[in-house]
């Protein structure tokens, strides 16, 4: 599916033929994709900026789709939210990301930290943070390796109740990351009151970086505020050489983007990235 559209409610999609189907066939077949274990999640690594190493890997799900083939998150996310049905699909997320992250510490890789992206309509439910302190008691893995992403405007949606349920996120141990900074808007107040530990600088402002002035001044600005709040900077969508030279100059933290990583299956994850010097 190429395109997705929303018309009174009913999605319309269309296939690499060309041919318009109704949505809501997309819908039920979304239904039951976790229990067709249709889904699965790619891994992109992060890296630290001074020391050069791999730090930590976001987990990006992707819908195998048995007639459309892999559909991106960015189609079926919303239409999951809408649904109702980004719940189990989050949970699915949160439990697989967990488990890997464990699975390759038992395999005896060094630890790393796993982020995973959580829907504003997860953050505003009542039972995120029992499934998170569950997931964290089943798979054994130390709260501070998992980082929990949420978008600015995710969290700026019902700000009060946010920050209830991120502080309490933050008392299990969990890192909490503000995702696509720059692009919603925050108060500065709200940052200060938020139990943040990250923010991850979005990518329209990392392109082009060594030429655009006006972007090197908005990311050098994000990192002096970050630093000043006691935040950790991660500069996302690094394409070139260029761009991770600059960021390492301007002092930002980490970077992730295809210039280190794609996103990538977990078996090519550790193969690529993780260090086999323990093995
Ligand atoms: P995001 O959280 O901002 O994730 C970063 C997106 O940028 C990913 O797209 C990633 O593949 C892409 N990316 C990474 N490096 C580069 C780069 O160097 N250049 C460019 N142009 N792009 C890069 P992806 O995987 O298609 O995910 C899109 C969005 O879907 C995510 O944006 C996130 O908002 C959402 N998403 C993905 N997985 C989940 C999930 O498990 N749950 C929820 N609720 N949302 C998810
Ligand atoms: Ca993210
Ligand atoms: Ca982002
Ligand atoms: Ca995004």
Redesign the pocket.
Known sequence: AKRLGRNNSQYFSENSNGVVTDGLEMVSSLRRAVENQEML??Y?PKYDLRTGRMVGA?????WRHPKRGLV???EF?PMAEEAGL?GG??EW?LQTACRQSRDWQNAGYPPISVA????PM?LERDDLVHQVATVLEQTGLAPELLEI?I?ESGMMRKVEHSMAVLQKLKNIGVRISI??FGTGYSSLSHLKRLPLDTL?VD?SFVRNISSDHENHSIVKAIVLLAGSLKLKVVA????TEEEYKVLQNIGCDEM????KG??VPANCFAERHLDTGHL
């Open positions: 999640l790619h992109q976001e987990a990006l799900i992707r991106s998150p960015i996310i980004i699909i989050g997320v995973i992206n959580v829907s997860q992403e978008t995702d696509d991850k990518k996302e969508g690094v394409e992730q983007g295809y210039f794609r996103p």
